[in-house]
């Protein structure tokens, strides 16, 4: 009955929640496994255990009427809805197969070698300096040096990638603020992505043309592999950029993990997987409940709303022992930085390779990594973003 949920007034989307969204979690936590926000209208879970119940439960909570507050069977949808994030099966599973096609593993290990060397490149060049700004100098930098590439995109304009990408997680919340600043650039930015994800725009050896080569053989049709490759685009920078961003805030505020993680592999990849735990990237997202159901004792309608606040989830005392420390010896699998069920992030792969390549490159040669004044978030009504974490390093070996 409506009447037993608890009711709360925080706004997960005004800018006082998003300048300090851990300030807040706690509250989410404990009011109650399922609970009803006065502020969007929407139901919210942010336990652990409901937050998995709700992502894997794809048949009730589905995806393809939005992932966003927005109901896309009664609003128009902010762009052409993708086709594997805001599609369900057995659309989904079409295109995803697909997907996971592109990027498999074979894929990827032949790339690794190349993206271990650009790692080592950009280290060298932030040894020369002691002093740098861990999100413009070195999180924004390596994605933005492979992942293009790898995509094969044009090499005109690929800056608006970003400004594409903080746009489209801006647009899963509200029209708020923070939604209008983000659209400054927003004509610019999306025709470019338009323009960028056609055929004849990408290169003959990229994940993008290989996309429209999948369409060919009739895995999908052509303007389909328009649109997939578009996610490729959308969720696959500003994400990475984050990731590591986050992560190496974490080390400033955890400096003597660093020297607990060597350069292997296993380490640098607990490494990254503790940072999402610790500071997740994507710090919600909506499903639409498309039949009436019920979480614990709580009856809930068809065509409710329903936030799943995944880095909430993350710090769960249910959960995780000590959960707000940042440990890189932890085992942090089952953190729902990347989601949890048949959505689970398709580039998870893509993104532990980009943060093992650079982890590693960077551990050989830095001993230390510390603040060197207060890091800068940036606002994003989806992404825990930041515009900048200056840092400072010491050399292994003097
Ligand atoms: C997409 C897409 C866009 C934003 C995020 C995302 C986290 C996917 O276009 O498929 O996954």
């Known amino acids: 009955m409506l009447s037993e949920i608890p009711r709360i ?5 005004s800018e006082a929640f998003i300048s300090d969204p851990y300030a807040n979690h706690a509250e989410l936590r404990d009011v109650g ?36 507050l927005a109901d896309f069977s009664r609003e128009k949808p902010f762009r052409p ?19 996971n096609r592109i990027v498999a593993l074979p894929v990827l290990r032949a790339i690794e070698p190349l993206w271990r060397e650009k790692a080592k490149v950009l280290v060298d060049e932030l040894l ?3 002093r740098f700004d861990a999100v413009v ?44 600043d983000g659209m400054a650039d927003a004509e610019e930015a999306t025709a470019w992505v338009a323009e960028a994800c056609k055929r004849e725009n990408l290169k003959s050896d990229g994940w993008g043309e290989a996309v429209y080569q999948s369409a060919d053989r009739g895995d999908c049709s052509h303007d389909e592999a328009e649109r997939l490759v578009r996610s490729f685009l959308s969720a696959g920078v500003d994400t990475t950029v984050n990731g590591i961003s986050n992560l190496l805030y974490a080390f400033t505020q955890f400096p003597d993990e660093w020297q607990k993680m060597d350069t292997s592999t296993s380490a640098t990849r607990r490494a990254f997987n503790e940072g999402l735990r610790w500071r997740s ?32 989830a993350n710090r769960d005392e249910r959960r995780w022992d000590d959960p707000h420390t940042f440990d890189v010896t932890r ?24 943060a093992d390549a650079l982890l590693s490159a960077m551990r050989e040669k830095i001993a230390r990594i510390e603040a060197d004044g207060p890091a800068v978030p940036r606002l994003n009504n989806t992404l825990c973003s930041m515009a900048s974490v200056p840092v400072k390093i010491q050399k292994t070996g003097n």
């Open 137 to 180: 100098d070195l999180a924004e930098e390596f994605p933005m040096r492979i992942f293009p590439d790898a995509v094969g995109l044009m090499d005109e304009g690929r800056e608006h990638l970003l400004t594409y990408a903080s746009i489209v997680f801006n647009a899963f919340g509200p029209r708020n603020k923070i939604f209008e």
């Open 281 to 312: 990237t994507v710090q919600t997202f909506f499903r639409t409940v498309a039949e009436d159901t019920r979480i614990g004792d709580v009856d809930i309608k068809e065509g409710a709303k329903i936030i799943t606040f995944l880095a909430t």
């Open 128 to 130: 020369e300096q002691q």
């Open 81 to 99: 809805p993708s086709l594997l994030l805001e599609a369900d099966p057995p659309l989904h599973t079409r295109t995803r197969d697909l997907m």
């Open 33 to 68: 496994p399922v609970f009803w926000l006065e502020a969007i209208g929407a139901y919210g879970v942010a336990r652990h255990d409901e937050v998995t119940q709700v992502l894997g439960n794809h048949d009730i909570f589905v995806s393809s009427r939005g992932l966003g």
């Open 9 to 13: 007034a925080v706004d997960p989307f």
């Open 331 to 354: 085992n942090a699998a089952g953190h729902v930085g990347f989601g949890h069920g048949i959505h689970a992030c398709l580039g998870q792969m893509v993104a532990r390779m980009e």
